[in-house]
Each structure stands twice: as structure tokens, then as C-alpha cells.
């Protein structure tokens, strides 16, 4: 059977049909263009899932069914969008909008929990029914799944670990209203901003160098690949908040794995590694075994609409 | 149908016999003398089950079933403990060796998880399917329900919560390796030794002369409701970091409530009040409603053995 999957994004909308083996037959991105207005954004969106369906030599009837994720609050069982800043919507029946315009059954879910469940289902995941993701990205996305399933809460908020507080001692107020978020150690802004000190701190660094012609979440791990002391350290402690959180998940959810996405996981080993050493000596420490896997998510952009395309499979 | 309940604790054992509805039809308490090992304990334990039925004019053969609560980590999908300092066990097949003894179908469990389980059943929690436990006690305990079942994890540790570390800077190493857990911020230990540092620097406080008679995690109750500055301080001081924590806690499992059990849970609405109000201001500032509940535990020492109980049931 087949499905299509969309991922809305505040800049780009990703789509694709996807069957229910994970293969996805066609699949497109295109700019959202939120000042259009929730109508014409769902207008667009139909055309285009039909699109894709004529592409793939698909019949639009054929379709299973539609699933969306959104960059926001999202009550999934009542396929509300509660609030999405990006796109400036509030209380949106987008699922039930779909269906009368479409006649195909809709789930909505907050984006980062398509993406736990594309991983799970087809990615990196595949081998887990229970595991953290969490995405490395301008921010920190995140999702559980609980037996194969994705786990919510109650208010569907999506697993916000990113706003666990991990620094209560911190002078930084989070836009979220707590201070000394997850979030603010480990995102790509956090990163740039700890590569950005160092670099000031060591005006003849390698890394102060490098910083000249741009800083983003790379150039603290390429000029540590350069052999710069000042980056490593940098990179060092990046990943001690990354462990120290994931730490705690380990003690509150102990999962089967937990899965990085986002741009800095693309750095794969030097990043994952030391990550899983620390976690499982942690566990050796305290017997609670079995140990816990760190990977790196595998299906990149493609994880959100595929994860979407699953909630209705 | 009735059903034993057993809550080994390091000092002493509680036991109770309980029906389908959480009524105590008969209960005791022992030491435990874990100093006569393994087999001298279990074998009482079964004789002292045996008696309860007798005292509640019940025939062996009419117990459906056998629940142990242990302080330590236990695999409860198989039986086992994995290990548990407190009575010197490691890799004991309790639930086996209760069922060759008794016949009777018996499961073992985290002491916390079960304390969880009984609140949810027949204490506090018995509105709520999906809720978060949380013992002050010396130590933190803590127990996730989801689903109006336990939630345990992979390696069934039993959601140690108090583990979660929430100040990355931290100097102080716990004995599980973190530093910064949270546990150390709220256990009554921690509550003692942070009136003790009050009172330290505040000779002239009625908090420094109440502590000359002995300080516990009451003093600086006691004294705040005597109208006491610095006592006040200790108190919102020690409230903000229990809420530091469940606002972690929300974000990631968003329950319907959180149940704070143990001695500290006594002071009732002076210490749940704040930490409610503080908790639902932050679902409102961040819209993922609904808002949460938090509420005390109400089933004391007997939370511990009633979940057991429910654990057969």
C-alpha cells in the first residue's frame, strides 16, 4: 500500500509517497511560503501530494492515507495544530481539513516525532522498538518511542527533551521560560557560540583562524581534525553536555539506542563514540544493564515525511 | 481474590495481604536482619505471608499470587535482582524461587516502582494512568507510569529520575558517577545539609537556634512557619530545585501528574502548592496543556507493598 508523508517546515515542505516497506516512489520539497495563509499552504500541499501520486504511476484513490508533521504544538489524537510559530497558525484542525478535502484518513504529529518514527521504522532505529532520537540541529529536536510506538505525553507536546534543565545554577533564561536548557549546550547556535569563545580566548589558535572566514557547527571539529588543542577542547566539551543528557534520559527512559540526527551528527564517529563509551561505562558503573546504543541517523531530510507517511500505515 | 504484597527494605519488611480493590485485610512489619542471608530470609518471608492469611482467615491455597518490592535493580520481566546492596544480593532468581517454594505465580520489582504502582491503584495516583512518583526520602526514589502500567525501561532499573543530572558545573560526584543529580539537590539529606549551611551562616537566625536541638528535613519548615527569613529562603530555595526537576520531567514524559511521596511530602500543600503552580505557569508560557496535577502521596508505608501486591493482580 502506499502513503504520503509531508514534513512542514518553516522554510521548506518536504513530501513523498512512500510504501509501506519504507521504499519512497517519488518525492519533492518546495518552499512553504507561510505568508500565503493556511488555506492556500493546504491547497498547495493536496495538489502537490497528487503530483506525486501521477509521478509514481499511482492513481490519487490508491493513496492509504496522509500523515503531516508540523514544526509545533500538536495534539495528535485530535490531529490539532495547537500553536506553530513558524508557520503563525493556532489551532488548526488540519487533519480534519484534510480529510473533508481529500476523503483520505489524516494524522498530524509535531515534526520531530515523525522524524523518531521514520528513523525507527526505516533508518537507523530499525533494529529498536524503544529508543530516543534526538536532532542536533539550529535547535534541538526530539522523540521517543516506547514498544515501537511513539510515545507523546499527555499534551502530545512531543518529547521536548531539549528543555530538560541540565544547569540550575545558569544566569540564561530559555525562550521556554526555564533556564539552563539541554537546548542551549548542545544545539548548532550553542556550538557556534562555544567555538566563537574559544577562539576569542586564543587569538592565535588555528581554530581563531579558521573562525575568521565563518564560524558554524563544523569548524570547531575540522580545525581539531587540524591537530588545534583550543578545538578539541571545544569539541570535548561539546560532547560532555551532549552525554551529560543523554545520561539522564538513560536513567529516566533507559532505551535501546538513542538516535543523532541534525547537522552535527553528520560527524559521525568522532562525535557518536565517545557519546556510547561514556553512556555504557555509566551503566557498567551502576548494573542497570543491558547497554544502550549511540547511532547517527541515516535517512537525513527524508526521516520527517517518511516518519509522517508512517503514523497512518 | 486476594494477593501478597512484600516491600523488603534494608531495615525492615512490610507485608500485607490486599484484595482486587486495594483493601489491606492483613498486614505486619519485621526486620529484615539481612545478616542471615538469602534462604533464612526468603524462607521467613513465605512463613510470615502464611500467617498473615491465617490472620485474616484465609487458607494459603486462596492467594492468587506473590509480589515483592526490593530496593535495588531488579529485572522484573525475569524475576531476578540484579543486585542489591543493601541485603548483599546479586543475581538472585527471586520470583523462581518463590514460585519452586509456594507454587504460587510471584514477580519481583524495583521497592520505588512498586510504591509508584500502589499509588497509582489505590493511593493519590488513582485518577491518573500516566503518572510520575517521586519519593523524598533519605535518597530519591521514583516510579513512571504509563498507560496505568509501570514503565521500566530496557534494563528495568526502575526510572531513576533522582539520577538526572540538572547542574552540569557541578563539583560533587554522586555514587553513581553523574555529578550534579538531582537527588542531591532534594533528597533529605541534601534538605538537611542545606539548613545546616543556613543556619551556619545565619547564627543569629531562629533557624541556627532551632538546629542546636537537631536538625531534620522538618527544621526548616518548622522555623519558616515561625516566621523565619532565612528559614523561608532554605524552604523556596529547596521547593525550586524539586520543580527544576519536574519541569525536566515534563517536558520529556508530560504525565498527568506527579505524586511526590516521603517524609518530605508530609509538609502537604506548603511544599506541593508552589511546585504545582510553579509547574502549570510553565505549560502555560509554552502552551503544551493540558495543565499537569501534582498531589502527595497517600498510601505512606504502605504504597510499597500494596504495588507489589498489584503486580500479581
Same mark, same amino acid.
Given at each position: 500500500?502506499?502513503?504520503?508523508?509531508?514534513?512542514?517546515?518553516?522554510?521548506?515542505?518536504?513530501?513523498?509517497?512512500?510504501?509501506?516497506?519504507?521504499?519512497?516512489?517519488?518525492?519533492?520539497?518546495?518552499?512553504?511560503?507561510?505568508?500565503?495563509?493556511?488555506?492556500?499552504?493546504?491547497?498547495?500541499?493536496?495538489?502537490?501530494?497528487?503530483?506525486?501520486?501521477?509521478?509514481?504511476?499511482?492513481?490519487?484513490?490508491?493513496?492509504?492515507?496522509?500523515?503531516?508533521?508540523?514544526?509545533?504544538?500538536?495534539?495528535?489524537?485530535?490531529?490539532?495544530?495547537?500553536?506553530?510559530?513558524?508557520?503563525?497558525?493556532?489551532?488548526?484542525?488540519?487533519?480534519?481539513?484534510?480529510?473533508?478535502?481529500?476523503?483520505?484518513?489524516?494524522?498530524?504529529?509535531?515534526?520531530?516525532?515523525?522524524?523518531?518514527?521514520?528513523?525507527?521504522?526505516?533508518?537507523?532505529?530499525?533494529?529498536?522498538?524503544?529508543?530516543?532520537?534526538?536532532?542536533?540541529?539550529?535547535?534541538?529536536?526530539?522523540?521517543?518511542?516506547?514498544?515501537?510506538?511513539?510515545?507523546?505525553?499527555?499534551?502530545?507536546?512531543?518529547?521536548?527533551?531539549?528543555?530538560?534543565?541540565?544547569?540550575?545554577?545558569?544566569?540564561?533564561?530559555?525562550?521556554?521560560?526555564?533556564?539552563?536548557?539541554?537546548?542551549?549546550?548542545?544545539?548548532?547556535?550553542?556550538?557556534?557560540?562555544?567555538?566563537?569563545?574559544?577562539?576569542?580566548? +586564543?587569538?592565535?589558535?588555528?581554530?581563531?583562524?579558521?573562525?575568521?572566514?565563518?564560524?558554524?557547527?563544523?569548524?570547531?571539529?575540522?580545525?581539531?581534525?587540524?591537530?588545534?588543542?583550543?578545538?578539541? +577542547?571545544?569539541?570535548?566539551?561539546?560532547?560532555?553536555?551532549?552525554?551529560?543528557?543523554?545520561?539522564?534520559?538513560?536513567?529516566?527512559?533507559?532505551?535501546?539506542?538513542?538516535?543523532?540526527?541534525?547537522?552535527?551528527?553528520?560527524?559521525?564517529?568522532?562525535?557518536?563514540?565517545?557519546?556510547?563509551?561514556?553512556?555504557?561505562?555509566?551503566?557498567? +558503573?551502576?548494573?542497570?544493564?543491558?547497554?544502550?546504543?549511540?547511532?547517527?541517523?541515516?535517512?537525513?531530510?527524508?526521516?520527517?515525511?517518511?516518519?509522517?507517511?508512517?503514523?497512518?500505515?
Amino acid at each position: 500500500m502506499y502513503y504520503a508523508g509531508v514534513d512542514i517546515g518553516g522554510k521548506n515542505t518536504k513530501m513523498g509517497i512512500v510504501d509501506d516497506f519504507g521504499v519512497v516512489v517519488s518525492s519533492m520539497e518546495y518552499k512553504t511560503q507561510m505568508e500565503r495563509g493556511y488555506d492556500a499552504i493546504l491547497l498547495e500541499l493536496i495538489e502537490n501530494i497528487k503530483s506525486l501520486c501521477e509521478q509514481a504511476g499511482l492513481d490519487f484513490d490508491e493513496l492509504s492515507g496522509i500523515g503531516i508533521g508540523v514544526p509545533g504544538i500538536v495534539n495528535s489524537r485530535a490531529g490539532l495544530v495547537m500553536s506553530c510559530a513558524n508557520l503563525n497558525w493556532k489551532g488548526v484542525e488540519l487533519a480534519g481539513d484534510v480529510k473533508n478535502l481529500t476523503g483520505k484518513e489524516c494524522k498530524v504529529c509535531n515534526d520531530a516525532n515523525c522524524a523518531a518514527l521514520g528513523e525507527q521504522r526505516f533508518g537507523s532505529g530499525r533494529n529498536y522498538k524503544n529508543l530516543v532520537f534526538i536532532t542536533l540541529g539550529t535547535g534541538i529536536g526530539s522523540g521517543i518511542i516506547i514498544d515501537g510506538k511513539l510515545f507523546e505525553g499527555l499534551g502530545c507536546a512531543g518529547a521536548e527533551a531539549g528543555h530538560m534543565g541540565i544547569q540550575i545554577e545558569s544566569d540564561e533564561v530559555c525562550s521556554c521560560g526555564n533556564k539552563g536548557c539541554w537546548e542551549s549546550f548542545i544545539s548548532a547556535s550553542a556550538l557556534v557560540a562555544q567555538t566563537e569563545e574559544a577562539a576569542k580566548k +586564543n587569538p592565535d589558535s588555528l581554530l581563531a583562524k579558521m573562525c575568521k572566514e565563518g564560524v558554524s557547527g563544523k569548524t570547531a571539529f575540522l580545525a581539531m581534525n587540524k591537530g588545534d588543542a583550543v578545538a578539541k +577542547n571545544v569539541v570535548d566539551r561539546y560532547i560532555s553536555y551532549i552525554t551529560y543528557g543523554i545520561i539522564g534520559l538513560a536513567n529516566i527512559l533507559h532505551p535501546q539506542a538513542f538516535v543523532l540526527g541534525g547537522g552535527i551528527a553528520n560527524e559521525g564517529a568522532t562525535l557518536i563514540l565517545p557519546i556510547k563509551s561514556a553512556l555504557n561505562a555509566y551503566i557498567d +558503573n551502576n548494573g542497570f544493564y543491558p547497554y544502550v546504543d549511540v547511532v547517527g541517523a541515516r535517512l537525513g531530510n527524508s526521516a520527517g515525511f517518511m516518519g509522517a507517511a508512517a503514523l497512518v500505515m
